[in-house]
Each structure stands twice: as C-alpha cells, then as structure tokens.
C-alpha cells in the first residue's frame, strides 16, 4: 500500500512554502509573518492581546500603548528559565497597570489580561498563525 501524500524536500524553503499552503486548509490563517524581526512579533503579540482582551474592564477599544507592552515584555524577561517562561506564558494572565490616556475606564488602574490559556485556545481563540523564522546554517 502506497502513500501519495508522502512529499520529499531538497529545499527547506520548499518545506515551509508547502506548509504555508496548507495550513490555510487546517484552520490557520492565510497571513504569515516571515522572517519577522524582533519588533515585528512584539507588535504581533501586542495586537494578539488586545484582539483577546477587549472586554471593557481590561483593554476595551484602547490597544496596549509601547510602555505597556514594555510591562509585559519585563514580566517575561523575569523569568530565570525557559521552563518559567513558558509557565509564566501558560499562566493564563498578566497584571499590567493601564497608561493610556485615552482608555478613560482603566487610565491608572491595574487591568488582567488573558495571555493564552491551552483549554480554551481552540473554542474561544480559533485563530492559528504561522511565523517562519528562517536560519542560516
């Protein structure tokens, strides 16, 4: 019994271009941030947190500000491990104080937001994304 589905790749980028292309079928998104920069999957991270937290006593309709994120990205950067980082990323939220100004409700206040949380990913966050960080050897 053969197997059709079964591809081969000379090229690694070959790979993740057929991966690309198939994961839109899977449920992931169609938009793929390649070769991102650092500052590029901060901004993404920043723009997945207020997508899931636009609950009115959290972020409501004011995105993070800079310094904000800041207070996240610090908060990670405590972490003494890998294995404490990613329990601190599975913990399920981060207490950040709002400074935006223009989020009138939470200005001054320390605001819970939802950072990712396993049980729920697929029922109440459907959306997957794809990053391809490609190394050179």
Avoid at 46 to 59: E, H, P, S, T, V
Avoid at 81 to 93: D, E, K, L, T, V
Wanted: with cysteine; net charge negative; proline share 4%.
């Amino acid at each position: 019994m053969t197997n059709d589905n079964i591809h081969y790749f000379v090229k690694e980028s070959q790979f993740e271009q057929t991966l690309v292309d198939l994961l839109p079928h899977h449920g992931w998104e169609k938009e793929v941030l390649v070769q991102p920069t650092e500052e590029d999957l901060i901004l993404n991270w920043a723009k997945i947190l207020f997508d899931n937290n636009r609950d009115i006593n959290k972020l409501g309709n004011y995105p993070l500000t800079a310094s904000e994120m800041r207070q996240i990205l610090d908060q990670v950067n405590l972490c003494d491990s890998p294995y404490a980082m990613n329990m601190f990323i599975n913990g399920g939220q981060v207490c950040i104080k709002r400074d935006n100004p223009a989020d009138t409700n939470n200005y001054g206040k320390e605001v819970y937001l939802k950072i990712f949380d396993a049980r729920e990913i697929s029922a109440v966050f459907p959306s997957k994304e794809l990053t391809i960080i490609s190394t050179i050897c």
